[in-house]
């Protein structure tokens, strides 16, 4: 277990994707529980892949939802119907994550889905360089039908209780305080603790990033 500055941390995750090696764009998933930090960890890796002239696709598990109609058959607070009935992951394989994986033609869409409008997406194809990177965050990236479409895992891990503390300050501007800690309490903790107990994702994670103190984060990486 490392631990350090944030910066340090970037800097290992940075050299540990450069390490490696594919004949197809690396596919890097940034997984953790809602309020974990994963999608800041995801820009911030992104930034400095970038500036090392990397090719960086960046995409997120909330543009690859079902439509809201199809979300809730077991109502909204419901943890079996936010692990079983939210994602699209037939989609997110076909249109990115095969594409990007060995045989694949390289030609994706980062989204089929638009949260602000409820709307399915269609967005141009893109035909992504052999050597570029996807750093796609998101929930349950390590379940069965995802799990062997990574090359590069890292789960970010973060004490259950403190994410609904975040997500109040993160929400406060469009929900009710009581609200997101409804839908934390009742929706999106049990259905993490579901997903630990089923999947075990931190067993099949490359990178672990404990993420209770931001700016001084404890890492730690596993051979694979």
């Not at 796609?136 to 891990?157: C, H, N, Q, Y």
């Amino acid at each position: 277990m490392d631990q350090g500055t944030r910066d340090e941390m970037l800097a290992c995750l940075a050299e540990e994707l450069g390490s490696v090696t594919a004949t197809h764009p690396t596919r890097v998933a940034i997984d953790g529980a809602p309020a974990a930090g994963k999608t800041t960890l995801a820009d911030e890796l992104a930034a400095i892949l970038r500036t090392q002239g990397r090719d960086v696709v960046r995409a997120t598990i909330d543009d690859f939802l079902f439509p809201r109609a199809r979300r809730y058959p077991r109502g909204e607070y419901s943890a079996e119907g936010c692990y079983f009935d939210t994602h699209d992951y037939e989609a997110l394989n076909r249109v990115l994550l095969d594409p990007f994986g060995p045989g694949g033609d390289r030609r994706f869409q980062h989204a089929v889905y638009d949260h602000t409008s409820d709307a399915v997406l269609s967005p141009p194809v893109t035909t992504a360089p052999a050597d570029a990177v996807l750093i796609f965050d998101g929930v349950f990236l390590m379940r069965p039908e995802l799990i062997d479409r990574w090359d590069l895992r890292i789960f970010v891990s973060t004490d259950l209780d403190a994410t609904v503390d975040r997500a109040v300050i993160r929400e406060s501007r469009v929900s009710s305080r009581a609200d997101v800690e409804r839908r934390w309490r009742e929706r999106y903790i049990p259905s993490q603790q579901f997903y630990f107990a089923t999947v075990r994702p931190t067993d099949h994670a490359d990178i672990i990033v404990h993420n209770d103190e931001p700016q001084q984060p404890a890492w730690a990486t596993r051979t694979r």
